[in-house]
């Protein structure tokens, strides 16, 4: 029997309110900070955002949180069973300060490399503030004394990424730049887990792909052409650094999203 549109619609809000309470469950207990994504991958409570841990013989940080995250990593780190020196890599996804804060002092307690797009590696580096990230002029010079304040001073980028380069965590971890956000913005893809990091590249609220915050986003042309880019990838499961994962069928997802993209006025398309 030929099923009809509002069956479909029906299943496909059923399935997500699945996938979404399948996330709640594994909500830790309050003192602990990481909960599993997939096996190997957990997700971190930093300050301000989500980081990410993939635990093998060594721990491969994916981004800090903001300025007072660092030692809370390492609390992570020892949760999953693991000690300061087995943390051999650090990547940021971009250089904001909710995702490059906890930087400085994690890098004093551990001996990993980190590793930041080429674009936005000066940033991080830099003796100066990190860019307000704020795109409106007056909000950003009105939050510019608390940022310069809080900023948390450079720290040491020892790998230059760049779009397709390959970090061998988790059978292979390749970089995808998706700019936009920032000009320095990666997505990290594992093809071996069917697993994909977006970072700030896209937004999910309310059930919804978004582009990034336009508040906080240099350029929302640019950021559509990284989700059509990311749209051509194979990947089951996607975690953002400031929404729930979509765990099931997310490949599927960002490809809708992206045709909606097509056509589409971008001021229109976000809120
Ligand atoms: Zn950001
Ligand atoms: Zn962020």
């Known amino acids: 029997?030929?099923?009809?549109?509002?069956?479909?619609?029906?299943?496909?809000?059923?399935?997500?309110?699945?996938?979404?309470?399948?996330?709640?469950?594994?909500?830790?207990?309050?003192?602990?900070?990481?909960?599993?994504?997939?096996?190997?991958?957990?997700?971190?409570?930093t300050r301000g955002s989500r980081a990410y841990l993939v635990v093998e013989d060594t721990v491969t940080v994916i981004d800090t949180g903001n300025p007072g995250s660092g030692e809370r990593i390492l609390a992570a780190v020892r949760e999953v069973g693991k000690t300061a020196d087995d943390v051999r890599h650090i990547v940021i996804t971009h250089a904001h300060i909710d995702h490059v804060g906890g930087l400085p002092v994690l890098q004093k307690h551990v001996p990993a490399r980190t590793a930041v797009h080429l674009a936005d590696a000066p940033h991080v580096a830099s003796e100066q503030p990190l860019p307000n990230p704020f795109v409106n002029s007056f909000l950003a010079r009105l939050v510019d004394p608390f940022l310069q304040w809080t900023d948390p001073g450079p720290a040491r980028v020892d790998v230059m990424l760049n779009d397709a380069d390959e970090i061998p965590v988790l059978g292979g971890l390749r970089v995808v730049h998706a700019p936009g956000h920032t000009d320095g913005s990666i997505a990290l893809h594992f093809p071996s887990r069917g697993v994909l990091i977006v970072g700030d590249a896209m937004q999910h609220k309310l059930g919804r792909l978004m582009l990034p915050s336009r508040m906080f986003s240099k350029?929302?042309?640019?950021?559509?052409?990284?989700?059509?880019?990311?749209?051509?990838?194979?990947?089951?499961?996607l975690c953002f650094s400031h929404f729930r994962p979509i765990l099931c069928g997310a490949d599927g997802r960002v490809r809708e999203f992206a045709r909606s993209l097509d056509g589409q006025r971008l001021d229109e398309a976000t809120g």
């Open 219 to 237: 350029n929302l042309d640019e950021a559509a052409k990284s989700v059509r880019k990311i749209a051509a990838l194979d990947f089951e499961t």
């Open 1 to 45: 029997m030929p099923r009809t549109l509002d069956e479909t619609r029906a299943e496909i809000h059923a399935r997500r309110a699945e996938m979404a309470a399948r996330w709640e469950e594994r909500r830790p207990a309050p003192f602990r900070l990481t909960r599993q994504v997939v096996p190997g991958l957990f997700q971190v409570r």
